[in-house]
């Protein structure tokens, strides 16, 4: 399991706490000076609402950057009376192209799709083809386009094309991003509810991401070409529901599988959802559990889907593989929970009617509903408040003036962060100052970094100003779409702090224990004679 999986969870201030698989204290994530109303989130991607329901985009704890190359390829024909020229046949590709001729690309066509973006360097030309160097023009030469090329050229060589490259990088790195909304005043249809996944679709192509949306208007977005490397897409493009199906959650699990609760309580789910049609292609109806409730939350796992009823009942949707997407029937669990959140392994976390966190326990193939809940017990650590002699601006002055005012660059920080937070992004440094905003455009991702830098490693750093407290907060809502926990690392999530103390009083955990212990000190012992012996 990777170090770094951790379980998300907002308290009833909006602050997001992350507990580690192999930790056993909730450790408050970097405040991003607003509250978040709903967080969705995978390895490494989270999606989130903020307070002022704009949609928020965290791309963290990545081991390098995200750097995309951009290729152009110039292409010129050799002619009778005289040499090779950009006057090509009718027949022929475009001067400007791509590498396979269908599309017109020119340079000065290719913009940063986001301020987010940064250019490394200007158009530089390619000087290798297939390991072998080639001269400072960077030609490659033969006898049609649709031909083979080589770095030569020949006495038959009637075309030749060379490749101009630009690499961009992705600067929101360890940043919130706000996501471009639907129209230009945002709150005229402002989302409320968004997630994250299909990140584990069969035959999908490597970093493949799906991101779903639900507005307040009840209109279903699925957001266009998503991927690890392209993070915050490209474009929303509306769904269509039949007349009179207004949305009011959503959620996509790891296996691409939409599931969309409606306010009438029936539940849509999207079908013949694949890699190469990410956006399905038909609804079908799932009707509520029981006549007289109606399904107000649910979480989709990898083959398993789970839901909240109206009276707060737990319910577990049977019969789902990759076959049958929507299942059979509904199973009733003689439990009441506020919301429950499903890992990419089939696991369950749940937010209960008192506000506790719980993990159902000994959930597998021939139990799939588990056993029971277990409360999860780990301590809080609160960094200790420190006192601001500035007053902090609000994010909705610059909110409101954004739009208005295009032209102008928006913050990528808020007052009073301190230099300690600032982050080192494996590549060049780029001010933020000079990041580049363009025009608003719905169909562009543009939006500014906001708030406090995520630190990398905030997730597993102690800090000496932080103190143990037990959890005096009440929890709105646990997402666990991040992690794959196993029960053999996280059972100390489940003992209490007077628990862990006691556990070695038993006088043979203690025999086991100084064992354990001497012979720890042999090896150390042993290594550092064969250290001196070398």
């Known amino acids: 399991m990777n170090e770094l999986q951790c379980v998300l969870a907002i308290n009833n201030y909006g602050k997001i706490f992350t507990l580690s698989a192999f930790d056993d204290q909730w450790k408050p994530f970097p405040h991003i000076g607003m509250d978040l109303k709903h967080i969705s989130a995978i390895e490494n991607y989270m999606w989130s609402i903020g307070g002022d329901n704009q949609t928020y985009l965290l791309v963290h704890n990545l081991d390098g950057a995200i750097r995309i190359k951009e290729e152009v390829y110039e292409n010129e024909r050799w002619m009778p009376v005289g040499s090779f020229s950009k006057r090509l046949l009718p027949t022929d590709r475009y001067c400007w192209s791509s590498e396979n001729g269908k599309e017109e690309k020119l340079m000065e066509n290719i913009k940063l799709p986001s301020f987010v973006w940064q250019w490394e360097h200007d158009w530089k030309l390619e000087t290798t083809f297939e390991e072998n160097d080639l001269d400072n023009n960077g030609w490659t030469y033969a006898v049609d386009f649709c031909a083979k090329f080589y770095p030569t050229k020949r006495w038959n060589s009637c075309v030749r094309r060379r490749k101009w490259y630009r690499n961009r990088i992705y600067t929101g790195m360890n940043s919130w991003c706000i996501i471009s909304p639907l129209h230009k005043d945002f709150t005229q249809e402002p989302f409320i509810c968004v997630s994250i996944g299909g990140h584990k679709i069969p035959e999908a192509q490597l970093g493949v991401i799906m991101v779903w949306a639900v ?245 597993m750093e102690i800090k000496s100003n932080i103190s143990i407290k037990k959890p005096k907060t009440f929890w709105s809502s646990v997402v666990g779409g991040s992690i794959e926990p196993d029960v053999c690392f996280i059972s100390q999530w489940f003992n209490s702090p007077n628990d862990r103390e006691t556990i070695f009083k038993s006088k043979w955990r203690r025999e086991i224990l100084d064992k354990l212990i001497v012979l720890r000190l042999k090896e150390k012992e042993f290594q550092q004679i064969t250290s001196f012996a070398l």
């Open 215 to 459: 507005t307040a208007q009840g209109r279903i977005f699925y957001r266009k070409n998503v991927n690890k490397m392209w993070p915050e897409g490209c474009l929303w493009v509306c769904v269509p529901t039949k007349e009179g199906s207004e949305s009011r959650y959503i959620d996509c699990g790891p296996s691409g599988s939409v599931w969309v609760v409606l306010w009438s309580g029936v539940i849509l789910v999207r079908k013949e959802v694949s890699a190469e049609t990410p956006q399905g292609k038909k609804w079908i109806m799932v009707e509520s559990p029981e006549a007289d409730s109606k399904i107000t939350q649910l979480s989709v796992g990898f083959q398993s889907v789970w839901a909240i009823t109206n009276d707060s009942r737990v319910w577990y949707r049977k019969g789902i593989d990759q076959n049958l997407s929507e299942g059979t029937c509904w199973v009733k669990l003689n439990t009441f929970m506020f919301s429950v959140s499903v890992t990419p392994n089939d696991q369950v976390f749940s937010v209960g009617l008192d506000r506790h966190l719980y993990f159902r326990s000994d959930i597998s193939k021939n139990y799939p509903t588990g056993k029971k809940w277990i409360h999860i017990q780990a301590s809080i650590e609160i960094e200790q408040p420190k006192v601001q002699e500035t007053k902090q601006e609000g994010i909705e002055s610059w909110i409101s003036s954004s739009f208005t005012e295009p032209s102008h660059s928006a913050p990528t920080r808020l007052v009073g962060n301190d230099s300690k937070n600032n982050l080192n992004l494996n590549a060049k440094e780029i001010n933020p100052s000079q990041r580049r905003v363009s025009a608003w455009s719905p169909k562009l991702s543009i939006g500014s970094l906001i708030g406090m830098e995520a630190k990398p490693d905030s997730f």
